[in-house]
């Protein structure tokens, strides 16, 4: 499978643990994304990474957040002391370089329960 | 002000019927215009690009209006296999990016 893979693909967590997410990109994309969405609404910007570099980070994204694309291929997601108000998808998306009219392709997501 | 609007709908709408969405985006230095689709408890997938002079892809016609900043999809005889979300998204710049920038997602169910 040539796709953008993310795992877990389900996660349940106790509130105020530390969750990681992985998202393994189509290899030639040098753009990943990390979105999330919640029932009812739209994907939510999150981060941008370019290669390795992180170039754009949302407001939304708290310090609790962190992301890192270490090698300029995979990347990882993390959350610490999660809240309620975490349980979301997280969502990946990458894109190949040339230009804004390039498509995003998407992961199948990591569903996240914080109980 | 959201950065792109969509009305969630749901639009109810019998097989065979022609429906139209609408979108408005609020930054007139946005770059690139789609139309994702999103099935239930799925990824969101791209339906088409929209260009400048509008585009067609056999049922689906998509249009831009720079001037007024919104974009548009029509269905023609509509399926019941097009029951879904439909996410316009634009790029918008940030920083030195432009950023997919999602809206909220327009239900459609169609029924027989």
């Known amino acids: 499978d040539t796709g953008v893979s993310q795992d877990p693909r389900h996660k349940i967590t106790k509130r105020g643990q530390n969750v990681t997410f992985r998202c393994d990109p189509i290899s030639e994309h040098n753009r990943l994304y990390w979105y999330r969405q919640t029932l009812g609404q739209g994907p939510e910007f999150l981060t941008y990474?370019?290669?390795?570099?992180?170039?754009?980070k949302s407001r939304l994204l708290s310090d609790r957040f962190s992301a890192e694309r270490p090698k300029g291929s995979f990347s990882t997601l993390e959350i610490q002391r999660t809240e309620q108000g975490d349980s979301a998808m997280y969502l990946c998306a990458s894109s190949a370089s040339g230009g804004t009219n390039t498509e995003a392709f998407f992961g199948q997501g990591t569903r996240l329960t914080v109980v | 002000r959201k950065e792109v609007e969509q009305d969630p709908g749901p639009f109810n709408v019998p097989e065979g019927a022609t429906v139209a969405f609408n979108c408005t985006y609020s930054n007139s230095a946005s770059q690139s215009f789609f139309w994702y689709r999103q099935d239930c408890r799925k990824e969101p997938k791209l339906l088409m690009s929209?260009?400048?002079s509008g585009n067609e892809d056999g049922r689906f016609t998509a249009q831009l209006n720079r001037a007024s900043q919104y974009i548009s999809l029509l269905i023609r005889d509509s399926k019941l296999s097009d029951s879904a979300t439909y996410l316009c998204v634009v790029r918008i710049a940030s920083g030195g990016s432009y950023i997919p920038t999602f809206g909220r997602g327009t239900s459609l169910i169609v029924h027989p």
């Open positions: 929209v260009y400048s």
């Open positions: 990474f370019q290669n390795e570099a992180q170039l754009e």
